[in-house]
């Protein structure tokens, strides 16, 4: 009789024990080389036909040797599809054998983790182009964009990518900053709620979320990209940090990327304060830091706090930064040279790969049997790459439509002189930059926009309808006719006369004006593309004022990655319709929003100026921020932050304040009716505002506190309740504490920030209360139908 005896497999493979116990015995296991190589990546390039990726040559960095480092093992592959654009099933396929070759390579058989930008969808050649995040904004609806996230994260795992480097939670201060687009708005409950539902979407599909920028990197100093940020603690505090407290406490997240920027000098990937102290001791968050690009050796080359590689690796360990990316720098030579000196402690090495190999063990990869097949190519027969070609599908019919419902629910309408919805003129002039440009829709972080110019023998991969091909679709029975008259950013003025005897032939202009999305300088939004002024870019305010010249009716459509300063068209244009990268079925939602296809439904993430030069200003700031009689320049915005119309028209009545008065732990209350006033279905988003007029330090003239959509149809009326926590008028006080005052205040109930429909004067009495991250954070919204 024979007895089969299960060959024993090391603690660290076998799921039978806890993960942190398998984690501590791998670590025990492993040489100080080993666990080097598990605290960097490297940025490689899947193979086109389906061969091992190669490693990126980046002009920051000299080409990495993967023989040499890989029998140490490997931390990360970056960027795999994002790099070069390849088949989706290829690219798998090529990342499948690289993973093999990683598993072979170190005597542990520990994969690596793939990351990928997905900051408008997965930044690869044939995904879905969805709206950047300031659409995401202007949608004032969290649960649409996690079912966003969850198909993105979806769509990643099957692929066999295991990190999105998303969402991004930057507050702006100053919309000159060229990385507006990327952000969710200028108000820090808006990013913290739509934010951490895009973590929990992307995070339900079993793919690592990474929080960006922590923190205060959109604060820098007159919105140039990387410059120092110079603002204080409670500002910190109460506008860059509370988003990333919000998400950190309600999205299960687990990871969190360090901001380029320093904050009263002390850099990002060196503030032990910030990365751990308030990050891990006080937050609790258990996951790990990754480096923004480059960012651990800018400690030496940029921030001068370091004096060698070796220094800015021992800082960035030390303040807790677990991962260097994109690719081996401080992390190889320098830092063993730097361990090797007794520089940098060998206990920051254990419990930076600690942090790593128990994200590796959530996701499966220290498991016994773990296999590199994703998905896509589980059971597929491998050995002939080319008939793979075509099979992984990106950008399906399902993604394409959450794609045009996030698209539709983004778009702003920001004017109506009862113009719209249109009914279908005769002749319609389409006029301006934005007309013809089938990549106006998309974002600096787009794969056709990112990777695309490096390779323009290439396709774009996805369908990019145009505004002037949305337009004729829309409208079959009109004529539609295109002059470009003047370009994105250039100085020519020579096809204005043209544009001008179109819009004069026409019935109705449509004026496509907006932004050009590139990186660092090659676009006039995005990355390293920061403003002068909000006028808008080039000359396109000239053929503005010219076409208003005309006298025929002007529809202004802004396809843009940050708002501008509209001139004359504020008061002079017939409608103004605002779109922020809608993506790639952002054209058909315009035209669906003109024609009255689509209910406009989007609210402004952030104001639109009304002046080009009157910067910064956020609606979020003190009295002093506001016009006054002892400065010449006007901040008022043109359009507030919580703009948007619609086609039917809304009711507010009928306020009862059923808690006026409230102790400083506990809770106010409030009602009003709702209703749709008009002969249309629609829907309104009901803005609560607190205002607190006087306070131990200054405080802003309002924030947002809270805010619910409700969908109504034409006559019908609802019953809004509102439970207001004592907790959501706390602030930082002097002390550095956060604070619950007693005193007189008021609930603004609003349709935006500068629309206040029913004001409630309330009270909270007791003594002053210190709160902490375990604060309440929302309020409570009850809607209730109202019969007859």
Aim: with cysteine; glycine share 10%; proline share 7%.
């Amino acid at each position: 009789m024979t007895v089969d005896i299960e060959p024993s497999i090391a603690i660290w493979n076998d799921p039978s024990y806890d993960l942190a116990t398998r984690v501590d015995a791998l670590v025990a296991a492993m040489t100080l080389p080993e666990k080097i190589a598990q605290l960097y990546g490297v940025w490689v390039g899947a193979s086109a036909d389906g061969g091992e990726v190669a490693p990126y040559q980046h002009e920051m960095e000299e080409v990495v040797d993967l023989d040499a480092l890989l029998p140490t093992g490997l931390g990360q592959l970056t960027r795999p599809f994002g790099t070069a654009p390849v088949d989706p099933a290829l690219g798998a396929l090529s990342l499948l054998r690289t993973q093999q070759r990683i598993v072979e390579a170190n005597r542990f058989g520990i994969p690596a983790l793939a990351h990928e930008e997905c900051l408008a969808g997965f930044a690869t050649w044939g995904a879905t182009a969805y709206p950047v995040p300031l659409s995401w904004g202007a949608t004032f609806d969290p649960e649409l964009i996690r079912r966003m996230a969850a198909a993105i994260g979806a769509d990643l795992r099957r692929v066999g990518v295991h990190q999105g480097l998303a969402p991004v939670l930057d507050v702006v201060r100053d919309a000159r900053w060229g990385r507006v687009e990327e952000t969710v708005g200028e108000d820090p409950y808006l990013v913290g709620t739509v934010a951490t539902a895009y973590v929990q979407g992307l995070e339900s599909a079993g793919v690592v979320a990474t929080l960006k920028h922590f923190a205060g990197y959109s604060a820098s100093r007159a919105a140039r990209n990387h410059a120092p940020v110079g603002m204080g603690p409670r500002e910190r505090a109460d506008v860059m940090l509370l988003p990333f407290e919000m998400a950190v406490r309600e999205s299960d997240v687990r990871s969190v990327m360090h901001a380029y920027t320093d904050t009263d000098g002390i850099p990002s990937a060196a503030d032990e304060q910030l990365l751990t102290g308030l990050l891990r001791d006080t937050w609790g968050f258990t996951g790990t830091v990754v480096a923004d690009y480059f960012g651990i050796a800018f400690l030496h080359a940029l921030h001068g706090v370091a004096g060698s590689w070796g220094e800015a690796a021992g800082a960035a360990l030390a303040a807790g930064v677990d991962v260097e990316l994109p690719t081996v720098k401080t992390f190889g030579e320098p830092l063993r040279a730097a361990l090797a000196a007794g520089d940098v402690p060998e206990a920051l090495i254990d419990r930076a790969v600690r942090r790593v190999l128990l994200q590796k063990g959530q996701l499966g990869l220290l498991d016994a049997g773990w296999s590199p097949v994703p998905p896509a190519l589980d059971g597929v027969d491998l050995s002939d790459p080319e008939t793979l070609r075509g099979r992984v599908d990106l950008d399906s019919p399902v993604n394409r439509a959450l794609a045009r419902q996030v698209a539709e629910e983004a778009v702003v309408l920001l004017r109506n002189e009862d113009i719209l919805p249109l009914a279908a003129p005769a002749r319609i002039a389409v006029i301006g930059p934005q007309a013809e440009n089938s990549t106006a829709v998309l974002g600096c972080y787009s794969f056709p926009l990112h990777v695309g110019p490096r390779h323009p023998q290439v396709p774009v991969g996805i369908e990019l309808p145009t505004l002037a091909q949305a337009l004729r679709a829309e409208f079959p029975s009109s004529t539609v006719v295109v002059e470009t008259g003047v370009s994105i950013d250039g100085p020519e003025t020579d096809g204005i006369a043209a544009a001008v005897r179109a819009a004069r032939g026409a019935d109705l202009v449509i004026a496509a004006l907006g932004d050009r999305a590139g990186l660092f300088g090659r676009g006039t939004s995005g990355e390293g593309c920061d403003a002068e002024s909000l006028a808008l870019p080039g000359v396109q305010g000239q053929l503005l004022d010219a076409l208003l010249d005309t006298g025929t009716p002007v529809v202004v459509t802004m396809i843009a990655g940050r708002p501008y300063a509209l001139g004359r068209a504020v008061d002079e244009a017939a409608a103004i319709v605002q779109s922020f990268f809608p993506g790639e079925e952002g054209t058909p939602a315009i035209a669906g929003v003109l024609s009255g296809r689509v209910e406009p439904r989007g609210r402004l993430p952030i104001s639109v100026p009304r002046r080009p030069y009157a910067q910064p200003g956020p609606y979020l700031t003190a009295r002093l921020g506001q016009v006054s009689d002892v400065s010449n320049l006007d901040p008022s915005p043109a359009y507030g932050f919580g703009h948007g119309l619609s086609y039917t028209r809304f009711d507010w009545s009928k306020l009862v304040v059923e808690r006026k008065v409230a102790q400083t732990d506990g809770e106010l209350a409030l009602s009003f009716t709702l209703r749709n006033a008009g002969d249309r279905w629609g829907s309104e988003v009901v803005q609560v505002y607190a205002h607190d007029p006087v306070a131990s330090v200054v405080q802003p003239v309002q924030r947002l506190i809270g805010y619910q959509r409700v969908s109504l149809e034409p006559g019908a009326s609802c019953r809004i309740a509102v439970t207001v926590p004592a907790d959501l008028f706390s602030f930082t006080g002097r002390d550095g504490r956060r604070v619950v005052e007693p005193g007189g205040l008021e609930l603004r109930l609003a349709a935006s920030s500068t629309d206040a429909r029913l004001v409630a004067p309330v009270e909270l009495r007791g003594p002053v209360r210190y709160v902490d991250h375990t604060r309440r954070m929302h309020p409570r919204f009850t809607v209730t139908p109202v019969e007859g």
